[in-house]
């Protein structure tokens, strides 16, 4: 079983559309693959509809989820993954909403700072390398960057301006951790926190604020990911082994944007089965009286 819960499209800052990456999630052998956009659950649609109609039979599950962007109280970024959970939550929606707004202008202030610095990039410019209105990141400036021949890359233009202790770093608005896994588990969903200690993107969240996250309802820890050294991924384990914790593994797939490959990193089945049953969305959406027919695995 190849499972991947962890995987980007360009509904936000992957290069891949939800087609795309349905189409390589079934080339890979992949038995369960989950969306997790940054702050949307604009791919859904269009990946679902990819798993129905592609060509030849399929036993690809597709799980939907997203990668919330939240911040601690010390400012630190943490990114939150919520699966399975109810899409048409509103509470959960307005907050996604709330975050993908503020990126706009977060956006031009980053602008702004290069500009004063004398890189004379327009927003529009960073508009263009944007699908739709998929969640503005980075990534898509540092396409800019590219498209302008500034950099070669987008890990050049991360690694020469964009990254988070540059001076050219601003944050946004984003939820605390606490109130992102108390919203995916109103919705029914399950949280899993992405790559937790990643150090090389910034500062990491310390141990204490784990009990925290697991008091407010953490179900589980991305501990395999390739922004995890072998050291961190023991200290991981650790945790999780003593804090009753499920342990994921994921690509963090970015089609081109990345060098991440899908299922370079997975999830054992029984971790994954350990998840699906602390979900309580397939309860709550087949309870008498309610009609909900929105299911958190989509299987042809
Ligand atoms: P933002 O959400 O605007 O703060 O941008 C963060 C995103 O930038 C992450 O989700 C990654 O996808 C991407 N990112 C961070 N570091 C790099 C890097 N070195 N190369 C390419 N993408 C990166
Ligand atoms: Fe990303
Ligand atoms: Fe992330
Ligand atoms: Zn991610």
Same mark, same amino acid.
């Given at each position: 079983m190849l499972i991947d819960l962890h995987t980007h499209s360009n509904a936000s800052d992957g290069t891949d559309t939800p087609t795309q990456l349905i189409e390589k999630a079934i080339k890979r052998g992949l038995d369960v693959v989950a969306l997790t956009d940054h702050d949307t659950t604009r791919g859904w649609e269009e990946a679902s509809q990819a798993l129905f109609q592609h060509p030849s039979h399929t036993s690809l599950q597709l799980v939907l989820g997203a990668e919330i962007s939240c911040q601690d109280a010390n400012g630190i970024s943490i990114h939150m993954l919520g699966l399975l959970?109810? =899409?048409?939550?509103e509470p959960l929606l307005d907050e996604l909403e709330k975050t993908r707004e503020n990126r706009l202008s977060r956006m031009a202030r980053i602008i702004s700072r290069l500009n004063e610095a004398g890189i004379d990039i327009t927003i529009d410019e960073v508009y263009a390398q944007r699908k739709g209105d998929a969640t503005l990141g980075r990534p898509h400036l540092a396409d800019a960057l590219v498209a302008r021949g500034d950099v070669s890359s987008r890990d050049e233009a991360f690694a020469a301006l964009l990254h988070n202790k540059s001076k050219f770093y601003i944050n946004h608005y984003s939820p605390s951790p606490s109130d992102a896994i108390r919203l995916i588990k109103e919705a029914g969903g399950v949280a899993v926190i992405a790559h =937790?200690?990643?150090s090389q993107r910034g500062r990491t969240i310390s141990l204490e604020l784990f009990d925290e996250l697991i008091s407010a309802g953490l179900d589980g820890v991305e501990v395999d990911h390739r922004d995890h050294s072998e050291s961190e991924k023991s200290e991981l384990l650790k945790l999780a082994h003593e804090r009753d914790l499920i342990v994921t593994g994921s690509s963090d797939y970015h089609g081109t944007g990345k060098l991440n490959q899908l299922a370079e990193y997975t999830t054992h089945p029984r971790q994954w089965e350990a998840l699906q049953s602390r979900a309580s969305l397939s309860k709550s959406s087949s309870s008498e009286g309610n009609k909900k027919t929105w299911k958190g695995v989509i299987q042809r």
């Open positions: 959970f109810d =899409p048409t939550y =937790p200690l990643a």
